[in-house]
């Protein structure tokens, strides 16, 4: 009788740590669903909007300017930010400040993005931080799940062409 239950009992076990690999393998790898919070990225991404961030790209190198990434904070590490890649490494960037009235260029060295949020007046991006290591990414957003009326594939910037000044 105590052997039966053990060998359940461990049975048990082996598949919760089955499932558990499973699902770690699938959320690192693959992909899943995040919710974003704050004004940076509006109008495309509102606070609390629901999207769906894919992990394969990063993995690949596959990120292009235009992206809307899911990436470590590099200001506190224990949050993520939620920002477009407008330059690539070796991008020449033209940098403004608030007031649009000084303007400049930042070059995006090896092994790192360019990132800023869709809402210029209210974004901390890569104009505050510099550019970001491409390791700092964790996923790219391609599809929001909520608000339901938003259903859909994301659309471009709405600063227009807004990526590397050639």
């Known amino acids: 009788m105590i052997r039966g239950a053990l060998g359940k009992t461990f049975r048990l076990v082996g ?3 089955q499932y558990g690999c499973i699902a770690h393998c699938a959320f690192e790898y693959v992909g899943g669903v995040v919710m974003c919070s704050g004004p940076s990225m ?3 991404i509102k606070n609390s909007d629901i999207v769906f961030a894919e992990n394969l790209s990063r993995h690949f190198y596959s990120i292009q300017r235009g ?4 990436a470590k904070s590099p200001s506190d590490p224990k949050s993520n930010i939620c920002k477009r890649v407008i330059g690539l ?3 020449k960037i ?3 400040s608030s007031s649009d009235f000084f303007k400049s260029h930042s070059y995006v060295p090896t092994g790192h993005v360019w990132l800023e949020g869709d809402n210029l007046q209210n974004s901390t991006d890569s104009r505050y931080y510099g550019p ?4 700092l990414i964790r996923g790219r957003i391609f ?5 339901l009326s938003d259903f859909g594939f994301l659309r471009d910037s709405p600063n227009g062409h807004r990526f590397s000044d050639d």
């Open 94 to 96: 033209l940098t403004t």
């Open 132 to 135: 970001i290591p491409y390791g």
């Open 143 to 147: 599809f929001k799940i909520w608000p």
């Open 89 to 91: 490494e070796g991008d």
């Open 42 to 44: 509006e109008p495309t």
């Open 15 to 17: 598949y919760t740590i």
């Open 67 to 70: 992206d809307i990434v899911i």
